[in-house]
């Protein structure tokens, strides 16, 4: 074939079209790629993906979220505080589109920074009806612990009974539950004690009084004042061991609570490498603490705590253990006596209801108080299962939900020589490879 003048005109201009449509072909890509965004968590921990708990979180706000980073442009390794902020909230404000996030660079309006009252490199101050929170982590589980904090609204208190060696909000112990204590205050809870041997009643302002165990039996001039707070409205959380009541018997009267003496056993604790002595719970009953709830429980060393049906109480029961277990009276050795022990499943919490006035009343019993213990709270979905306690004994039903879990996944760190050697291998050293490949196709065909 007789390459002609025209022929090698009409390839060039073949040529040149076929550029030009591929430059245009290029800018639509990127049009597209800016106004619609498509993405897939491909990490194996979906580390970049909201969690449903989160999600949940943000449908509960039901008005505009605003966010104002005070922070650097740029830090002192030269990484892009701007950015990184922008990234962090992404997600969220893809869930929730009426959520602005407003940079503030410190160095260039230091007077916007001073008024805010900012102390540290970076600082989130995040607004939710005109009420502010603060926070200087970036990681989901602090996010959403604002959020909640925001959604909560005014900080409920939270009163534990003190004085006979109970189990504290605030112990640093093994058998204490100071981390579900600080797990509460993240929440928007105010935690205090109270003697009730030194004050009057229990304080009316309470938004429940928890009793976690005393080891020396309370006065009979404190059980009334118990009492009383049950006969005005008082939500109560009453973590019972399998121990003598220590002068809580009247109370537990009142409730109409039958105790079993002796100790759970459940021989499918065994699956998990525990002692029988470790009541596994799976199951639970329909309440709003426990619907949805789908993660296993570990409760240590439980007790049964069964119900006289009242006509006062609304009565329901939230954790059922042991189906093939039993409640042994004699040595929990791991084995059931048909004869002697009472058999499995067998009910270790349950939920109290009832109007009193114009409000509604709360109590909730759990036969264990080691599960939100320091020793025990990490395992499973105790930590969950104790938070929506809380939160139904507080009032607020609506979060009520799954509590963030922190999502195990491999990351990489380059420092920045790395990542300049990448940035120039892909965005020039790839490219001037392909146009070198390319004009040397294009040469040897010309001479062709």
Same mark, same amino acid.
């Given at each position: 074939?007789?390459?002609?003048?025209?022929?090698?005109?009409?390839?060039?201009?073949?040529?040149?079209?076929?550029?030009?449509?591929?430059?245009?072909?290029?800018?639509?890509?990127?049009?597209?790629?800016?106004?619609?965004?498509?993405?897939?968590?491909?990490?194996?921990?979906?580390?970049? $993906?909201?969690?449903?708990?989160?999600?949940?979180?943000?449908?509960?706000?039901?008005?505009?979220?605003?966010?104002?980073?005070? *922070?650097?442009?740029?830090?002192?390794?030269?990484?892009?505080?701007?950015?990184?902020?922008?990234?962090?909230?992404?997600?969220?404000?893809?869930?929730?589109?009426?959520?602005?996030?407003?940079?503030? &660079?410190?160095?260039?309006?230091?007077?916007?920074?001073?008024?805010?009252?900012? =102390?540290?490199?970076?600082?989130?101050?995040?607004?939710?009806?005109?009420? $502010?929170?603060?926070?200087?982590?970036?990681?989901?589980? @602090?996010?959403?612990?604002?959020?909640?904090?925001?959604?909560?609204?005014?900080?409920?208190?939270?009163?534990?009974?003190?004085?006979?060696?109970?189990? =504290?909000?605030?112990?640093?112990?093994?058998?204490?539950?100071?981390?579900?204590?600080?797990?509460?205050?993240?929440?928007?809870? /105010?935690?205090?004690?109270?003697?009730?041997?030194?004050?009057?009643?229990?304080?009316?302002? *309470?938004?429940?009084?928890?009793?976690?165990?005393?080891? #020396?039996?309370?006065?009979?001039?404190? @059980?009334?004042?118990?009492?009383?707070?049950?006969?005005?409205?008082?939500?109560?959380?009453?973590?019972? &061991?399998?121990?003598?009541?220590?002068?809580? @018997?009247?109370?537990?009267?009142?409730?109409?609570?039958?105790?079993?003496?002796?100790?759970?056993?459940?021989? &499918?604790?065994?699956?998990?490498? @525990?002692?029988?002595?470790? *009541?596994?719970?799976?199951?639970?009953?329909?309440?709003?603490? $426990?619907?949805?709830?789908?993660?296993?429980?570990?409760?240590?060393?439980?007790?049964?705590?069964?119900?006289?049906?009242? &006509?006062?109480?609304?009565? /329901?029961?939230?954790?059922?253990?042991?189906?093939?277990?039993?409640?042994?009276?004699?040595?929990?050795?791991?084995?059931?006596?048909?004869?002697?022990?009472?058999?499995?499943?067998? $009910?270790?919490?349950?939920?109290?209801?009832?109007?009193?006035?114009?409000?509604?009343?709360?109590?909730?019993?759990?036969?264990?108080?080691?599960?939100?213990?320091?020793?025990?709270?990490?395992?499973?979905?105790?930590?969950?299962?104790?938070?929506?306690?809380?939160?139904?004994?507080?009032?607020?039903?609506?979060? #009520?939900?799954?509590?963030?879990?922190?999502?195990?996944?491999?990351?990489?760190?380059?420092?920045?020589?790395?990542?300049?050697? #990448?940035?120039?291998?892909?965005?020039?050293?790839?490219?001037?490879?392909?146009?070198?490949?390319?004009?040397?196709?294009?040469?040897?065909?010309?001479?062709?």
């Amino acid at each position: 074939m007789e390459i002609t003048r025209k022929l090698r005109l009409q390839l060039a201009l073949h040529h040149w079209l076929f550029v030009v449509l591929l430059l245009v072909l290029a800018g639509l890509l990127a049009w597209l790629a800016r106004e619609y965004r498509v993405e897939h968590d491909l990490t194996s921990g979906r580390r970049n $993906t909201l969690s449903a708990a989160t999600l949940e979180a943000l449908k509960q706000l039901d008005a505009p979220v605003g966010v104002t980073a005070y *922070a650097l442009a740029t830090d002192a390794r030269g990484d892009n505080l701007h950015r990184r902020i922008q990234d962090f909230l992404q997600p969220y404000q893809r869930a929730k589109p009426d959520l602005t996030l407003t940079l503030v &660079d410190p160095r260039e309006q230091p007077k916007a920074a001073a008024a805010a009252g900012v =102390r540290g490199p970076v600082e989130l101050v995040v607004e939710y009806k005109r009420r $502010t929170e603060r926070l200087a982590e970036f990681s989901e589980q @602090a996010f959403v612990n604002v959020l909640v904090r925001l959604a909560r609204g005014a900080e409920r208190l939270v009163l534990w009974l003190d004085g006979h060696g109970e189990r =504290r909000l605030d112990g640093a112990a093994n058998h204490d539950l100071g981390e579900f204590g600080r797990q509460l205050q993240q929440k928007g809870f /105010r935690l205090n004690s109270v003697n009730l041997a030194l004050a009057q009643e229990v304080p009316a302002n *309470a938004a429940m009084l928890v009793i976690a165990s005393p080891q #020396i039996d309370l006065l009979a001039a404190e @059980a009334q004042k118990i009492r009383r707070h049950l006969d005005g409205g008082g939500n109560l959380l009453w973590l019972i &061991d399998a121990e003598p009541l220590r002068g809580l @018997a009247p109370v537990a009267e009142q409730l109409g609570l039958v105790l079993t003496p002796g100790v759970v056993v459940d021989p &499918d604790a065994a699956r998990y490498n @525990a002692s029988p002595t470790v *009541a596994v719970a799976a199951v639970y009953g329909r309440h709003p603490v $426990t619907d949805g709830f789908r993660l296993i429980t570990v409760f240590p060393q439980s007790r049964q705590v069964n119900v006289i049906e009242s &006509d006062e109480w609304r009565i /329901r029961p939230l954790v059922e253990v042991a189906p093939r277990g039993c409640v042994k009276t004699g040595k929990p050795d791991g084995r059931c006596d048909r004869n002697r022990d009472v058999p499995g499943p067998v $009910t270790i919490a349950t939920a109290f209801e009832r109007a009193v006035g114009d409000r509604q009343q709360r109590v909730v019993v759990v036969g264990n108080g080691h599960f939100l213990s320091n020793t025990f709270l990490g395992n499973g979905g105790n930590l969950d299962l104790g938070v929506n306690i809380v939160n139904w004994l507080a009032g607020d039903d609506s979060l #009520i939900t799954l509590q963030p879990q922190p999502i195990a996944d491999s990351r990489l760190d380059l420092d920045q020589t790395t990542l300049y050697l #990448i940035a120039f291998s892909f965005l020039f050293a790839l490219p001037l490879a392909f146009m070198i490949t390319g004009a040397v196709i294009w040469w040897r065909r010309r001479r062709v």
